[in-house]
């Protein structure tokens, strides 16, 4: 088991970012700060349609323009792509048809950005306008000209889902209370403040991409793929981040675009999105309409969970199929629900495609379920706090989906939140109010993008003469994967972190890591260094001992020393005798997917908990909520650095009220209503109410020092947590995200004429979901670990 | 950049001052501050974000006060001392500011991190002691996505509170690679 | 990264030279000051100029001064973060200072201009957008359409006037310097704007904030409340200008003035009406505040719909009143309640 033995000496200590220092300084060399001589710039030409047919392309005009060095168009680059295998449907000009408005059709590279933006207009796109699709209920309607994609169906479906678990009708037909919520959660987006960036440089047939993605890995792979390259001849330097969120986890049309055009022209050629673009290429936070019907016995024991979701993925797959999964995957992980039945379903839209955002697909129906039980908690006179606690997971237990949940901090987060905020004593007066929810998220997919049975991480550490370096394919997006990395092999060889040198993200340099996404860095990057850098330990150790003539597990490493010795000394006697010390590290997580058909989403080796309470004053007369204070109580495992774990957790709070509140990614005639800083709303230092943490560890047995994620999980609970303290302030239900002042006041108005006081949809759509495929839940045996 | 299709453009000598050093570029009159700055001058320490004044992240400082160097010209501060990131330590120490900010964790991407320290230094020039309350305003023209502001604001009051005590601490920063 | 259009840059040597500057080509020369308007617009292409004329280093447009019979003197090159932290406006006009400085976010208040922000263009979100999202929803009539996409029968323009200064500067009876290039004009600010969202402005386009001019006589109390969405960076969604001139209980005159409600300040004529007179008290305020929201039309172009907009205006109108002068309590009923 990792992290026994003594004393943590680094580990667990709240020391500063390892890259923080070049930060301040305005050192840190970001995507659009890398500078090659002779670079040229790039643009890309985009549909202002949101639905057509591209007949023809003319970019002769572009081509003659001095200063121009290439135009491209989908001819040069035929071959599709996409994240997962299942959906290649992306090009990175689209030949043949635009599917929504800021979809590439053409791109220019030329002298200056000054010139290649001029260039745009000098190419001419004949468009067949086909019928655009801008709504769920729309694209479920037969198409008035043609399906967006020529797969999926009936209709604009991209991917339908029934999985069923142990006998539902059962569960329902022995319920005491049984209810049916609907919920919507509109869609919003990233908005990392750096805008998406990249170069590409092409010589003697290799080319080198550096950009700005969380998935080196996977660009690679996209770029091999559409280039037309082996692996080996493409480099991909993923640049330190200025904000990922998930919004850069996509290989992306400038990403490829650069590449293509820099082996074209011989030189550099780099490519910088608008912040309008920003908003084109999103991948954001998928809308979701929900529907959540509960049964449980009249002492709060849930007996059964229907839950129904319909996703607007806008125009390409992404990882749509992974988040559609999501929307059912980790109800089970918060509640013992002996029977859960889960449809989904994805459609196409002509929208800007959505993907993973933090929590990806999970916040929407975490929004949802929360509700529906403080719904039930009413309809029951239940305290909500106690009907949730009466079904929380137990540790060490298998879910009715066959998720095997180990260390599991539901209890003691939620003892910490209750107890902090005085929740159950709190004023009771109106305006005021406070609500509660709790959440659950992966410790990283337990299953890669592609299929494979390689490891998800691998590392490398060498020790020479001149220090320690660590060789990771991890891309610290931020949120201090660095820094977590380079702490966890000081701790083994006994140093400071700022003693260890970090090489990562660069694909000629550094072993293979799927990239910073699932929340999977600190427990598999993590695990991976940790064994590198107890392998590279031994090694000095042996060394050590056998020049001190004592047994290896006599000699202790620790504050700069190996044995008698000093870490350096330690250093050279081992590459005295070694060479370079070398030692490689590697994380396959344990096959943890059930036995079913649709079982790779979900499994995680570890799941975080959070439990969050969210007090408000809300004005019934202008419908304004303004948070007071905000507690969060988050199972992080362990904290190996806990200023950076409570760093995410405020982050995620943030990110969590701005959803909650105001950030909606919606369309208007055909197009994204507002692709700015201005109108897209994301909350100033003067909307942020103070954020009361409590770092609950667990110690997860397969955690690096029992560490679990942080990043995404703590968002979850808050958006609930919110809409929950509205209604124990006003009264009223809004039963979707965002929770807006006129929202607000449309509730109170419809209780004051009599109606229920919610706001929020009405009906849920037919969906022709399939027969849902019936799994055994796991039988007592397995049912615990 | 100046090339053979800018050219077309008013071109002119901008003469400014930065970081208190006297530095010259040939640039097109269109051409920000921010885009001088980093593309002539190569101090790509200033970010941005949107370009259109609505994130903060281009922010330096012209005579001590917060600008966006994104709407600014060059040619009109001409003669003005302008502070960019790069300019805020001294040699190798850190600024009071830089420093906070590295020791509470106010830095995740550090994408904001550059507007969000000199809006700070202002507000310290001017304020030396100010409350939590002026400092979440005087940085409410800055956007952040990655803290939630919590530790920013942390940071900046612990300089304020350092410089108000005399408890600067010596040497290196605890812990952290340069 | 968006980049200025070309254009030659002018630096005159008075706010007359500058007139004549852009009374040459008036068709293509812009005034620029601050720059917090004009050049994200020009960067976004819904302005054009191939000459601009910088007002912002004049002497003659900087300071706040003294002016005839008590008034205050506001150089229209002063920015808003100098406004708003004047010890004489602050003291004085508080409702001029809280309004310039509720503008935008800090460093716009740094560079942004008093004449700026009188004069700050209209706003909708079907114009204010990039190039190619306005080419790709067809252009709006304010800028190269044939028709308002707000509301595509009309023959007009609507969009929204969203000056926070304006409304105060009109409630005080501010009267604003115009220079020309054959010399001054004196405007009151209430005859600077026209309803016409394209057509706003009824100065000259080469005449040149020089200064705006507040009466201050004593005791007279005023106050801006502005409604956005967040604390900082947004425009108002609703804005209220009140300026209070009591005697006593007895209220002398009531000047209202309204942001962010149709394409120029709208003044509350019939609420200004039904005050002047009355006793300054908790019925008066709260008739006084539905009245002045009755005019309201706000379109659904602006920052949330136009069902919450016009329920908050009367809300903004409201705690104006009461921030420009405290109002005796009385027992009312059935004050709260949304609508």
């Given amino acids: 088991m990792p992290g026994g033995g003594g004393e943590l000496q680094v580990v667990g200590r709240p020391l500063p970012k390892v890259d923080a220092v070049a930060k301040v300084t305005g050192r840190t060399v970001y995507a659009d700060d890398v500078v090659l001589p002779r670079t040229l710039h790039c643009k890309l030409l985009r549909s202002p349609h949101p639905h057509a047919r591209v007949l023809a392309i003319d970019a002769d005009g572009a081509r003659r323009l001095p200063g121009v060095h290439a135009v491209i168009t989908g001819a040069d680059l035929p071959v599709a792509y996409g994240i997962l295998p299942v959906t290649q449907d992306e090009h990175a000009l689209e030949p043949s048809k635009v599917r929504f408005v800021g979809d590439p059709v053409a791109a220019v590279a030329a002298v200056d950005e000054e010139t290649a933006q001029a260039a745009l207009d000098h190419i001419v796109v004949e468009y067949e306008v086909l019928g655009p699709v801008m709504s769920i209920e729309a694209a479920l309607r037969a198409p008035v000209d043609e399906p967006i994609q020529d797969y999926g169906g009936p209709a604009n479906i991209h991917k339908l889902v029934g999985l069923e678990f142990g006998d539902v009708d059962e569960g329902f037909a022995r319920a005491e209370v049984v209810r049916e919520d609907l919920f919507f959660y509109e869609g919003n987006t990233h908005l990392p403040i750096e805008q998406h960036a990249s170069t590409a440089a092409a010589v003697d047939g290799r080319v080198t991409l550096w950009s700005s993605t969380q998935t080196p890995h996977y660009v690679h792979r996209a770029l091999s793929r559409v280039l037309g390259l082996p692996m080996a001849q493409i480099r991909v330097i993923a640049t330190p981040h200025g904000g990922g969120f998930g919004g850069k986890s996509d290989p992306f049309a400038h990403e490829i675009v650069v590449c293509k055009l820099a082996m074209m022209t011989g030189r550099p050629v780099r490519c910088t999105l608008t912040r309008e673009e920003v908003f084109y290429a999103h991948r954001g936070r998928h809308p979701v309409l929900m529907s959540v019907r509960l049964g449980a016995t009249r002492d709060g024991a849930i007996t059964a969970l229907h839950m129904r979701t319909a996703l607007d993925g806008g125009a390409y797959g992404s990882y749509g199929v992974a988040s559609t999964f999501y929307t059912g995957a980790l109800q089970t992980t918060t509640y013992a629900i002996p029977a859960y039945r889960f449809e989904g379903c994805r459609v196409f839209t002509n929208k800007a495609p959505c993907g993973p955002k933090r929590g990806h697909g999970t916040p929407q129906p975490r929004f949802a379920l929360e509700l529906a039980l403080d719904k039930l908690a009413e309809d029951l006179g239940m305290d909500p706090v106690s009907l949730r606690q009466r079904n929380f997971t137990r540790p060490f237990t298998r879910t009715v989906n066959w998720l095997r949940i180990t260390s599991c901090g539901l209890e003691e987060c939620t003892r910490r939140v209750v107890e902090a905020s005085s929740y159950h004593t709190r004023p009771r007066r109106p305006g005021h109010g406070m609500g509660f929810a709790v959440s659950s998220y992966l410790s990283g997919a337990g299953t890669a993008i592609y299929w494979n049975r390689m490891p998800h991480s691998e590392c490398q550490v060498t020790i020479d003469r001149g220090g320690v370096t660590v060789f990771s394919g991890a891309t610290d997006i931020g949120q201090g994967s660095d820094s977590v990395l380079a702490t966890i092999v000081a701790e083994e060889l006994g140093l400071q972190p700022g003693a260890i040198r970090l090489v990562t993200a660069d694909t000629d340099l550094t072993p293979v890591d799927l990239g910073s996404y699932s929340s999977r860095v600190t427990f598999m990057a993590g695990n991976a260094v940790l064994q590198a850098a107890r392998r590279a330990r031994a090694l000095l150790v042996e060394a050590v001992a056998a020049a001190m003539g004592c047994a290896p597990q006599e000699v202790v490493v620790a504050q700069g020393r190996v044995g008698d010795r000093s870490f350096e000394a330690a250093a050279a006697l081992a590459e005295e005798r070694l060479g370079v010390v070398s030692a490689s590290g590697s994380y396959t997580p344990p096959d943890l997917t059930g036995p079913y058909k649709g079982a790779g989403v979900g499994p995680s080796p570890a799941y975080s908990y959070s439990a969050a309470v969210v007090e408000v004053e809300a004005d019934p007369r202008t419908g304004v909520v303004a948070v007071q204070r905000v507690w969060l109580a988050h199972d992080v495992g362990r904290a190996i650095n806990p200023q950076l774990v409570v760093g995410q957790v405020e982050g995620g709070v943030y990110m969590a009220l701005g959803e909650a509140l105001l950030e909606e990614q919606v369309y208007r005639k055909g197009l994204h209503k507002w692709p700015s800083m201005l109108e897209y709303k994301s909350l100033t230092a003067l909307d942020m109410p103070p954020i009361e943490t409590f770092l609950v560890e667990t110690l997860d047995p397969e955690g690096p020092y029992g560490a679990k994620e942080a990043g995404q999980g703590p968002l979850l609970p808050v958006v609930p947590a919110l809409a929950s303290a509205v209604h124990d302030a006003l009264g009223v239900w809004v039963d979707e995200v965002p929770v807006t002042p006129e929202k607000v006041l449309r509730a109170l108005t419809d209780r004051a004429r009599g109606g229920a006081g919610r706001v929020g949809p009405r009906t849920f759509p037919a969906i022709p979901y399939p027969a849902c495929i019936k799994v055994a839940p796991p039988d007592a045996a397995t049912a615990t670990v | 950049m100046v090339n053979e299709t800018a050219t077309a453009g008013e071109v002119r000598v901008v003469r400014l001052r930065v970081n208190g050093e006297l530095r010259s570029a040939l640039a097109p009159v269109h051409a920000t501050l921010l885009e001088v700055l980093r593309e002539q001058l190569g101090l790509t320490g200033t970010k941005h974000g949107c370009e259109l004044g609505e994130c903060g992240a281009c922010t330096v400082l012209v005579d001590g006060r917060p600008q966006l160097s994104c709407l600014a010209l060059p040619v009109q501060v001409e003669g003005r001392e302008i502070t960019t990131i790069e300019g805020m330590a001294v040699g190798p120490d850190l600024h009071p500011l830089q420093r906070s900010f590295v020791e509470t964790g106010a830095v995740q991407c550090g994408y904001c991190t550059p507007g969000m320290l000199l809006t700070a230094a202002a507000l310290l020039e001017e304020q030396p002691h100010p409350s939590r309350a002026e400092v979440e305003a005087a940085l409410a023209g800055n956007l952040c996505r990655c803290t939630g502001y919590v530790k920013i604001v942390d940071a900046v009051l612990l300089a304020a509170d350092r410089a108000g005590t005399g408890r600067m601490p010596d040497g290196p920063v605890d812990g952290a690679g340069a | ?339």
């Avoid at chain 3, 620029?32 to 601009?52: E, I, N, S, W």
């Avoid at chain 3, 007002?55 to 002063?78: F, N, Y």
């Avoid at chain 3, 935008?104 to 700026?116: D, N």
């Avoid at chain 3, 709006?140 to 105060?168: E, F, I, N, Y």
């Fill in chain 3, 1 to 339: 990264m968006l980049r200025l259009p070309r254009f030659s840059y002018r630096r005159p040597a008075s706010a007359r030279e500058a007139a004549a500057m852009v009374a040459e080509d008036p068709e293509q020369t812009l005034l620029l000051a601050g720059g917090t308007d004009l050049l994200p617009k020009l960067k976004r292409r819904q302005l054009a100029a191939r000459v601009l004329v910088d007002v912002r280093h004049l002497a003659e447009l900087a300071g706040i001064r003294p002016g005839p019979a008590g008034a205050v003197e506001v150089g229209g090159g002063v920015t808003l973060a100098a406004a708003a932290g004047d010890r004489t406006l602050v003291g004085a006009l508080p409702g001029y200072a809280t309004a310039a400085g509720q503008v935008s976010s800090p460093p716009l208040r740094e560079a942004g201009t008093i004449g700026g922000n009188l004069c700050v263009d209209t706003r909708c979100n079907y114009y204010d957008m990039g190039e190619e999202w306005r080419r790709a929803i067809g252009y709006c009539l304010k800028k190269d359409g044939v028709q308002c996409l707000v509301a595509p029968g009309s023959s007009r323009c609507w969009a929204v006037s969203s000056s926070d200064t304006a409304p105060m500067a009109i409630a005080l009876q501010g009267v604003v310097v115009l220079v020309g290039p054959d010399g001054e004009r004196e405007l009151p600010v209430a005859d600077l704007y026209r309803d016409d969202g394209i057509d706003y402005l009824a100065k000259r386009p080469h005449e040149v904030v020089a200064r705006l001019r507040l009466p201050a006589p004593p005791g007279r109390r005023s106050a801006y409340v502005k409604l956005r969405r967040r604390g900082s960076i947004d425009f108002p969604i609703a804005g209220a200008a009140v300026a209070l001139d009591l005697d006593g209980p007895a209220i002398v005159s009531a000047r209202i003035v309204l942001s962010a409600v149709g394409s120029s300040p709208v003044e509350a004529v019939a609420a200004e009406a039904f005050l002047t007179g009355r006793r300054w008290d908790e019925e008066t305020v709260l008739e006084g505040a539905r009245l002045a929201a009755g005019p309201a039309k706000p379109l659904d172009n602006a920052d949330g719909s136009h069902f919450w907009r016009k329920r908050m205006v009367r809300v903004v109108v409201e705690q104006a009143l009461r921030a420009a002068a405290p109002v005796p309590a009385v027992s009312v009923a059935g004050t709260a309640g949304a609508t």
